[in-house]
């Protein structure tokens, strides 16, 4: 399977009989069986569904049908976004059993064109996190080096690509939890405008910020995914009308006297030194492409963070008051005397992980009466200023470069303190915050501990402009020529 160069040229074969659709899932799901222990990047492997899903292709190929442009191309789901076969976990003690009666709308519409889902991916909790440490279910960990994390909060699907288990697999983003993952795992992850993919089945945590998103091994790959999974969907009132371009048919075109903005706040000596080397290669790179590369100021860069993390739990809060005990999930048991309330409460702490009750909290308090005012609201204004920072640097650039995280992957426990961990994702946030799309594409490495550790190069481009976001970063791809395939693994702790 993996000397195919691309996943439409694996289906290609698939549908012109050249290769079995049984025998490309059998080899994914013997090399998740041989790797996952060590890796944990899957919660649930649904082997005999997929097996079954692979004979079905391969009898409508034969028989004639086209089985669709993913015919046979096997991909792994987070456990965020519900599947009507498995289970779907969210990551959380709170989901353990739950099975949801729907699939998603981006898993239908994979299904619809031929995809084979493998299996659903180990998550932080409710998304809730950067570094998959936040799961119910042990933390993945990180293929180049066991001994880290692999990011997150889309981790078990950046690991699951990066080690080869399945070429592609969805995550989703609501701060940079596939972009991050993506760069720190040495993979290709895409973060949508808002509303350019449906969240019906998305399980929501901030539903302003929101967005399922691809994670693949090229450029190419992802633009495939996200044609396929894109546009509107009567069952999300967010998703966009707007029509989606072929993307990958397009995706060779020039852009046409490109222009690169390279905001100051990215480049910040506070990045580790390596990523700032590997950023610096990559503009120089763009030069030889003949790019034009201008200097921009976004200096609300900083005020991401603080901002994303009012909005953010604001609405979280808001979501997960659903978990009652009662309607989803785990129950607890109450002793004599007990009421309802009880129920909540327990059910509450014994299903909810600390990160997730400390956002519950963080956001009750930014809703409160008389906390409003002086947090959510001025997050709010916030917001709009970031989204007019960045509508005013795209008035003079194509796409902004930068880093898309300030550290190459970190060993496991070494960020215990939550704030050194929501800092990670400076660069990414306000993507979301400003509803526009992103891409981290590996653009080099760094050596930590005598291991090779994979750094993300990121571009962010206006709503909607997916088109330019993916010509850009397949530039980079061809022209950089790097090699991201591990080395056979050796996988043991
Ligand atoms: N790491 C960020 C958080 O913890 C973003 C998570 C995400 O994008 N789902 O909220």
Known sequence: ?????????????????????????????????????????????????????????????????????????????????????????????????????????????????????????????????????????????????????????????????????????????????????????????????????????????????????????????????????????????????????????????PVGDLRIGVPRQYCSDRNDSEVNDAVQNAIELFKDLGATIIDVDLPLTNYGIATYYVIAPAEASSNLARYDGIRYGRRADLGEGEDVFDLYAKSRAEGFGPEVQRRIMLGTYVLSAGYYDAYYKRALQARRLIKQEFDAAFARCHALLGPTSPTPAFPLGSKPDPLSMYLSDIYTVNTNIAGICGISIPCGFAIKDRKRLPIGLHLQCRAFDELTMFRVARMFERGAELNFQLPELELTR
């Open 1 to 253: 399977m993996f000397t195919f160069e691309s996943i439409l040229e694996l289906s290609d074969a698939i549908r012109q009989r050249k290769v079995m659709a049984v025998h490309v899932v059998r080899e994914c799901l013997d090399r998740i069986d041989r790797l996952n222990p060590a890796l944990n990047a899957f919660h649930e492997v649904t082997a005999d569904l997929a097996m079954k899903a692979a004979r079905r292709i391969d009898l409508r190929a034969s028989a004639g049908e086209d089985p669709g442009q993913l015919a046979g191309v096997p991909i792994a789901v987070k456990d965020n976004i519900v599947t009507e076969f498995g289970h779907t976990t969210c990551g959380s003690r709170i989901l353990e059993n739950y099975r949801s009666p729907f699939s998603a709308t981006a898993i239908r519409r994979l299904i619809n064109a031929g995809a084979i889902i493998v299996g659903k991916t180990n998550c932080d909790e409710f998304a809730m996190g950067s570094s998959t440490e936040n799961c119910a279910y042990g933390p993945v960990r990180n293929p180049w080096d066991v001994t880290r994390v692999p990011g997150g909060s889309s981790g078990g699907s950046a690991a699951a690509v990066a080690a080869g288990m399945c070429p592609l697999a969805l995550g989703s983003e609501t701060g940079g939890s596939v972009r991050q993952p993506a760069s720190m795992c040495g993979v290709v992850g895409v973060k949508p405008s808002y509303g350019r993919v449906s969240r019906y089945g998305l399980v929501a945590f901030g539903s302003s910020l929101d967005q399922i998103g691809p994670l693949a091994r090229t450029v190419a790959d992802a633009a495939a995914i996200l044609s396929a999974i894109a546009g509107i969907d009567r069952h999300d009132s967010t998703s966009s009308d707007a029509a989606v371009p072929d993307y990958l048919e397009r995706l060779d075109e």
